[in-house]
């Protein structure tokens, strides 16, 4: 934050702490002098009230005139004196006070005083004597409230600028984090070490960089995986067409392999595309009735075909009981789940397959004996575009779509897949998916 910037804001802050310190003491002196609520003159009144109760006792005229005299200097207020009639008995400033109001003779019949602001009625006991009495309004104590405000203001003052120091300076920390990561910056992060709000804000700033580079990271995998499982069989069908425009007998052998590289083309764009399609909240789906074994027995299937020297172990329960599912989508997941277990595990190893109807769930389980994963590569295992192999050999081909393809699919079912593994006891995997679609 640039210095002029700072300096606005201790201003805007110096700014709002003085008008409100201001204000509270403003308050705090008006209120109690100057505001004469009925309630708050009750001692006031019942002192009054007392006077003019032994005042009325005094029937020598000079003894009364006396007695008032010596209580007339201290009097701090006006006091006017009445008989019962409203006659003027005596006053102690010019002009007298207002006599008694029909309203507070009413109340006087009933209490010893009537109250208002800045009012006080009394009367004695017998009613021969009725006192008028208005408070002072005390001056504003200049004297010390202007020294009183201005060590106020410089106390806010400096309070000011050690508070918008202690703002901005994070505030400088999260800007130029942000600016050095817009600018392409992907290690940029704010790394507040705060227990507060700001420290919140720098934290989820963190979690974003976080988020938006690995997302970056993936894409600029994605875009060289994707080359390179492409290039390969595209140069496999390229030299199987100058062959076979030079020599088609010599080219029959080679363009066998043409249709296995255009199904890997396929099965990539496709999974690229239904991992697109899959990635938000409530996709819609095309649920069909399926036969349970016809599903696992069309996956099994392909597993064999590709695999021709993979022992596929079977254990396959309900194979008669029907599931409301999208078949594609549904055996798509299952393909890459058996696809996985074959590229990670030598051949001689075999795979197991499980299906286990669970009440309302079916479960399939898929076992591989091979090199099994880490807990940290576990943790990594469904992030789109992540392998846990970086070779890019023909056997353990592929962009990372497997299991984060796998786990939507399963999701946008209401199921879910898991995996457990360890490092050379190989992993199982399991996709658990409701045999009917759950309700809303």
Not at 302 to 307: A, D, G, S, V
Request: charged share 30%; net charge positive.
């Amino acid at each position: 934050m640039s210095p002029r910037r700072r300096g606005r804001l201790a201003l805007r802050v110096y700014a709002f702490v003085a008008v409100l310190s201001m204000a509270i003491m403003v308050a705090l002196l008006v209120l109690p002098r100057y505001t004469r609520a009925p309630r708050y003159m009750e001692p006031q009144a019942a002192l009054v009230q007392y006077m003019v109760e032994r005042w009325s006792l005094k029937e020598e005229p000079e003894a009364f005139a006396r007695a008032v005299g010596r209580v007339e200097a201290r009097l701090r207020g006006a006091l006017t004196l009445f008989d019962a009639k409203g006659t003027l008995v005596r006053t102690s400033r010019e002009p007298p006070l207002d006599p008694p109001t029909a309203e507070e003779r009413r109340t006087l019949e009933k209490k010893k005083w009537s109250l208002d602001w800045g009012r006080i009625v009394v009367r004695s006991d017998d009613g021969s004597l009725i006192g008028v009495y208005a408070p002072n309004r005390p001056g504003f104590p200049w004297s010390w409230a202007l020294p009183f405000g201005a060590i106020i203001l410089v106390v806010v003052f400096g309070a000011s600028l050690w508070f918008s120091r202690r703002l901005a300076q994070p505030l400088d920390q999260l800007t130029a984090a942000a600016r050095r990561f817009g600018e392409g910056d992907m290690e940029a992060r704010a790394r507040l070490d705060r227990d507060d709000e700001l420290g919140d804000v720098g934290r989820a700033f963190d979690v974003m960089a976080e988020r938006t580079s690995a997302v970056m990271q993936s894409q600029r995998q994605l875009m060289g995986d994707v080359s390179h499982e492409l290039r390969t069989p595209l140069a496999r069908i390229r030299v199987a067409l100058e062959l076979a425009a030079e020599d088609p007998v010599a080219a029959r052998d080679v363009l066998q392999d043409v249709g296995q590289d255009l199904d890997e083309i396929d099965q990539l764009i496709g999974d690229i595309l239904t991992t697109a399609r899959l990635d938000g909240e409530a996709v819609p789906i095309t649920r069909k009735v399926m036969n349970l074994g016809e599903l696992t027995a069309r996956a099994i299937d392909r597993f064999t075909t590709r695999n021709p020297a993979r022992k596929l172990e079977r254990e396959i329960a309900g194979a008669e009981k029907t599931i409301e599912c999208d078949p594609v989508l549904l055996r798509r997941a299952l393909d890459n789940l058996l696809d996985n277990a074959a590229k990670y595990s030598d051949t001689q190893t075999p795979v197991t397959l499980k299906v286990i109807p669970n009440g309302s769930q079916v479960l399939f389980e898929i076992r591989d004996r091979g090199i099994g994963m880490s807990a940290e590569e576990l943790e990594r295992a469904f992030t789109p575009f992540w392998r846990a192999d970086g070779s890019r050999t023909r056997k353990t081909g592929g962009v990372g779509l497997g299991l984060a393809l796998a786990r939507r699919i399963a999701r946008v079912h209401g199921g879910e897949v898991t995996l457990s593994s360890s490092p050379g006891d190989g992993t199982t995997a399991r996709l658990e998916v409701p045999f009917a679609e759950r309700p809303l």
